[in-house]
């Protein structure tokens, strides 16, 4: 079936290091792909998303490039904040029934 | 944006009792809802779609007489842990569609059950 691979995390970093987050899929069809961010007690938040290949999805300084040969949506921002310090989850939706399917999320440390 | 809020924010209650956690769709109404199981440093586990005036829809492996759903109206759907029992411990997520299925989905901030 349908899934999502994420990088394991912890990840931490210092303010203004060069961020990625990695992210590869399986899918049946032509799937959606999203980047959720949850920040500490609050609700996942789409942060960015891409329909078809070759696609950027683009927010808050983070990007992301549906890539349908590598089957990957890596996430990338070039100078993280302390303020970005969250967890992040990949999740693809496929078929017309809303549903997505995430990875296991990775949690970001940005040290001042 | 649009706002779903979830009620109660965390709750503790006995083994053999049932818990009732509702999802609201503050500013938009949701035909369709979801409702996810988050375990400690795990992903989210889609358990049931719930449609408003139908039944729910639930995983494969969800048992639906033990996880009650019920999406009474456009902007309320309710999950009803039964007879509970310390293994359904867990972070309850909700999220409600607005528009189409194609149309972003809005999450709720959780709900943490503690089965003592």
Redesign the interface.
């Known amino acids: 079936g349908d899934s999502?691979t994420q990088m394991e995390g912890p990840v931490t970093l210092s303010e203004e290091a060069f961020l990625t987050i990695n992210c590869t899929y399986t899918a049946t069809g032509y799937p959606?792909l999203f980047w959720?961010v949850q920040y500490p007690?609050?609700?996942?938040?789409?942060l960015l998303k891409a329909t078809k290949a070759d696609d950027k999805g683009s927010n808050k300084g983070f990007e992301a490039t549906y890539r349908k040969e590598t089957t990957s949506f890596h996430l990338e921002k070039g100078s993280v904040q302390v303020s970005d310090s969250a967890v992040y989850?990949c999740a693809l939706?496929t078929?017309?029934?809303?549903?997505?399917?995430?990875?296991?999320?990775t949690t970001l440390q940005v040290k001042p | 944006g649009a706002v779903?809020s979830q009620h109660p924010s965390r709750v503790i209650c006995k083994s053999g009792t049932s818990v009732k956690i509702e999802c609201r769709s503050l500013d938009f109404q949701a035909t369709?809802m979801?409702w996810y199981r988050q375990f400690p440093?795990?992903?989210?586990m889609?358990m049931a779609?719930s449609n408003e005036g139908s039944k729910a829809t639930y995983e494969q492996g969800v048992e639906k007489d033990k996880f009650l759903i019920n999406h009474a109206s456009l902007t309320l759907s309710t999950l009803t842990v039964t007879s509970a029992h310390p293994e359904d411990s867990s972070f309850y997520?909700c999220?409600a569609?607005r528009g189409?299925?194609?149309?972003?989905?809005?999450?709720?901030?959780?709900t943490r059950l503690t089965v003592t």
């Open positions: 999502v959606s959720y007690g609050e609700g996942l938040q789409l989850f939706r078929g017309n029934t809303g549903k997505l399917i995430f990875g296991q999320g | 779903v369709t979801f440093k795990q992903s989210l889609l779609t997520i999220s569609l189409g299925p194609r149309d972003e989905q809005y999450f709720g901030p959780g």
